[in-house]
């Protein structure tokens, strides 16, 4: 019985650690996996582990990827000419889902923040300037979050670019202080990139 009970608090432990899933909400999860969704639950062990095995960052974009090179990055109709800088992978299917956005990404996996040890390294700014220097881009669009952080981000990238005559905008109103795109309702996202802004 204890043997039992250790393994569902690991489980419990276990869930915890996705995003806004406290231990009330964690317990009901393992309860209904357990008694209710045994074969749904060993589908998702397995598809989690093969996700997490597979599953690396695109030497391009940075994205989320099954190959060294991701699909969006490899396809030849995506116009090399705008490149959109996002903050996570979950940024860009958001984009992707609610817009009609035919360019490129670059995911910066985070923003600027000394504090907590995010300097310009852990978000990729030299195989940003790299891009942007290349000349391919003409305009640099700066979907990150209305954060503190974010702004100071942006700055920084923004002055990348201007220094190489690319054109820098920003996405307009209905991206609230504080908010992120990745919780962004599709139609709010939508007119937030179609009324982008000169940064």
Same mark, same amino acid.
């Given at each position: 019985m204890s043997k039992n009970k250790t393994l569902i608090e690991d489980l419990i432990n276990a869930l915890t650690c996705l995003p806004g899933v406290g231990k009330k909400t964690a317990q009901r %999860?393992?309860?209904?996996l357990l008694q209710r969704a045994k074969d749904e639950a060993l589908n998702l062990s397995e598809v989690l582990r093969e996700a997490v095995? @597979? !599953?690396?960052?695109? @030497?391009?974009?940075?994205?989320?990827?099954?190959?060294?090179?991701?699909e969006l990055c490899s396809d030849l109709s995506r116009s &090399?000419?705008?490149l959109?800088?996002? &903050?996570?992978?979950? #940024?860009? %299917?958001?984009?992707?889902?609610? !817009?009609?956005?035919?360019? @490129?990404?670059f995911v910066l996996l985070g923003?600027?923040?000394?504090? #907590?040890?995010?300097?310009?390294?852990?978000?990729?700014? /030299?195989?940003l300037k790299d891009k942007i220097s290349s000349g391919?881009? @003409? &305009?640099?669009?700066?979907?990150v979050n209305n954060t503190v952080e974010s702004d100071v981000t942006a700055h920084v990238i923004s002055d990348i670019a201007i220094k190489n005559s690319v054109k820098v905008t920003r996405l307009a109103q209905g991206?609230? %202080?504080?908010?992120?795109? &990745?919780?962004? /309702?599709?139609r709010t996202l939508s007119k937030a990139f179609e009324k982008r802004t000169l940064y």
């Amino acid at each position: 019985m204890s043997k039992n009970k250790t393994l569902i608090e690991d489980l419990i432990n276990a869930l915890t650690c996705l995003p806004g899933v406290g231990k009330k909400t964690a317990q009901r %999860m393992t309860y209904f996996l357990l008694q209710r969704a045994k074969d749904e639950a060993l589908n998702l062990s397995e598809v989690l582990r093969e996700a997490v095995n @597979k !599953t690396l960052n695109c @030497k391009s974009c940075r994205n989320l990827s099954q190959d060294e090179i991701c699909e969006l990055c490899s396809d030849l109709s995506r116009s &090399e000419a705008l490149l959109c800088v996002v &903050e996570s992978p979950a #940024d860009v %299917m958001n984009i992707e889902n609610s !817009t009609s956005y035919n360019g @490129k990404y670059f995911v910066l996996l985070g923003r600027l923040s000394p504090l #907590d040890g995010i300097g310009p390294n852990e978000i990729g700014i /030299d195989l940003l300037k790299d891009k942007i220097s290349s000349g391919a881009v @003409k &305009e640099l669009i700066l979907a990150v979050n209305n954060t503190v952080e974010s702004d100071v981000t942006a700055h920084v990238i923004s002055d990348i670019a201007i220094k190489n005559s690319v054109k820098v905008t920003r996405l307009a109103q209905g991206v609230p %202080m504080g908010g992120e795109l &990745e919780y962004l /309702d599709q139609r709010t996202l939508s007119k937030a990139f179609e009324k982008r802004t000169l940064y």
